[in-house]
């Protein structure tokens, strides 16, 4: 057990570890060390587990308890038996609130001297459909679409005529709002299942991701900034892992997983590589509820290439090394699973840290609500 834990530790560190070691709040002076935060909370999570009556329960979908299942923010997290299937419904929101770069606020004055608008506010809402079946007892076969719906609000300028373009005295501040809404990016997964001891599971994730998403969407006769547009307009690969350890009641787990684009779209462009990682530990309440805690590090590369129609002096946003960014979240969530069948749950989420590679929109809060339908 020992060693096991010593190397989940270890990956669960190095999985964390991107560019930055540490990050600094500069408003409080305080400085994290990703690798000793991340190590911590796997170390706790796995004393939990040594001093647990060792009765276990099966990691894998099955049965009737809530027990064994990640939380409801954490994608293809689990494997299913053979001839199972499961449906599944997710609402994500998201909102985002003022700019930053490498951990300093940036003022929409301060913006506006080279950009002629400023991100505000930015509220996004997903509305996610999956299907999941297992033909056979190690593999299980995934799919899942979104539709998605954004808004972003803006301070822009407004010059008196005859005025220079950067003359301030003589400047005034309007509004205006941005949106887009269609279907996303189509995932494919294929979930198999390394072991199957009800104490230790292990299974990998591997996929692709089709560019079923618009990349050319406009608003207002001009093309939107890439972080507005629904999908990256290019097949990504997805791989992944997932390891978990399980108790009586308590259970501990960590996944990763990667969107890589294999190609530059019709745009002239290739959509950011993302790697998430997520840590979580669970406890079980009754034989029905759970409740749990997850720590959440994504990573956004820049964007390879531009959009020569999008205008770069429109906002950062329109900027391709704007999308570069280190994110990480914490979450608590609960499931509830009522009988055999049925499963519901919702996870909530706040920044620890986060780090604009360039000036870029900070996250505020996120959330999932999710339902989970299982046959037979």
């Known amino acids: 057990m020992i060693q096991i834990i010593n190397h989940l530790s ?16 500069p408003e409080t002076g305080t400085q994290f060390n990703i690798g000793k935060l991340v190590r911590g909370m796997v170390a706790l999570s796995a004393l ?8 276990a329960q099966s990691c894998h979908e099955s049965g009737p308890e809530v027990h064994g299942m990640p939380p409801i923010g954490v994608m293809a997290g689990h494997t299913h038996e053979k001839g199972h299937v499961m449906f599944s419904y997710r609402s994500m929101i998201m909102s985002m609130k003022g700019l930053s770069q490498s951990g300093t606020n940036v003022p929409t ?3 506006l001297e080279d950009y002629m608008m400023a991100p505000t506010t930015m509220n996004m809402t997903m509305h996610m459909l999956g299907a999941m079946w297992a033909p056979h007892s190690r593999l299980t076969i995934g799919v ?7 808004k972003m609000d803006m301070t822009t300028l407004v010059h008196h005529h005859g005025e220079g373009s950067h003359d301030h005295s003589a400047t005034n501040y309007g509004s205006s709002t941005m949106e887009n809404s269609g279907f996303s990016d189509t995932r494919l997964m294929g979930l198999v299942r390394i072991n ?7 299974h990998l ?7 079923t998403g618009s990349i050319n969407s406009s608003f207002a006769g001009s093309v939107l900034p890439y972080a507005m547009q629904m999908g990256g307009g290019s097949f990504s690969l997805l791989s992944g892992i997932n390891y978990s350890l399980i108790k009586r009641k308590y259970l501990v787990g960590v996944q990763t997983l990667s969107y890589v684009p294999l190609h530059k779209n019709f745009r002239g462009y ?11 530990a669970s406890l079980k309440l009754t034989r029905f509820v759970s409740t749990s805690v997850r720590l959440q590090s994504i990573y956004t590369s820049k964007i390879v290439g531009e959009d020569i129609e999008i205008n770069s002096m429109m906002s ?19 499931n509830v699973k009522p009988s055999m069948r049925w499963r519901m749950a919702i996870e909530a989420g706040l920044p620890l840290i986060q780090h604009n590679y360039r000036v870029a929109m900070n996250q505020q809060w996120g959330g999932v609500l999710g339902l989970q339908y299982i046959l037979p």
Do not use: R
């Open 10 to 25: 270890a990956y669960c560190t190095m999985m964390f570890n991107t560019n930055l070691k540490t990050l600094s709040l």
């Open 205 to 211: 994730i591997e996929g692709i991701q089709l560019p």
């Open 270 to 280: 290739k959509a950011p590589i993302k790697v998430e990682t997520s840590c979580w």
């Open 144 to 150: 899942m679409g979104n539709y998605s719906s954004i």
């Open 196 to 202: 199957k001891h009800q104490t230790h599971c292990l």
């Open 316 to 334: 950062p946003m329109s900027q391709p090394s704007s999308t570069q960014h280190y994110l990480m979240n914490a979450h608590i969530g609960l």
């Open 109 to 111: 004055p301060t913006v």
């Open 48 to 55: 939990i587990l040594i001093n647990t009556d060792s009765h």
